[in-house]
């Protein structure tokens, strides 16, 4: 298993922008897939974003594409998303998760072992 650790969540405007870390440590980095996904107050967790262990290839919650960017340092073992153009919809614990490369689909929460404590994200006036 790996440890994951958000940071980087906050209260900020609509229209701002915001850069989510997860920081990794325990097994090695490279061998998992990484994900982004976000509970609102009241609402069923969701996908938001993923990347794939070497970074060539990553998938968007047609919510947030074009808005958000996920990538990946694998020497710094932390995986980000940076999330501009935000909307109050947007507000939500969000939460960093990791699954055995090229192991399910990323859409699917049951194929992500290691899931991170979640930082919040306030979009408000």
């Known amino acids: 298993q790996v440890q994951l650790v958000e940071a980087g969540g906050g209260l900020v405007q609509p229209g701002g922008s915001l850069r989510l870390s997860c920081a990794a440590s325990?097994?090695?980095?490279?061998?998992?897939?990484m994900g982004w996904f976000r509970q609102a107050p009241g609402k069923e967790r969701e996908f938001v974003a993923g990347?794939?262990?070497?970074?060539?290839?990553?998938v968007y919650a047609n919510s947030v594409k074009g808005r958000f960017t996920i990538s990946r340092d694998n020497a710094k073992n932390t995986v980000y998303l940076q999330m501009n153009s935000l909307k109050p919809e947007d507000t939500a614990v969000y939460y960093c998760?990791?699954?055995?490369?090229?192991?399910?689909?990323?859409?699917?929460?049951?194929?992500?072992?290691?899931w991170g404590q979640g930082t919040q994200v306030t979009v408000s006036s």
């Open positions: 998760a990791s699954k055995d490369r090229n192991s399910g689909s990323y859409y699917n929460q049951d194929f992500f072992g290691s």
């Open positions: 325990g097994r090695t980095f490279s061998s998992y897939d």
């Open positions: 990347i794939s262990w070497g970074g060539s290839r990553t």
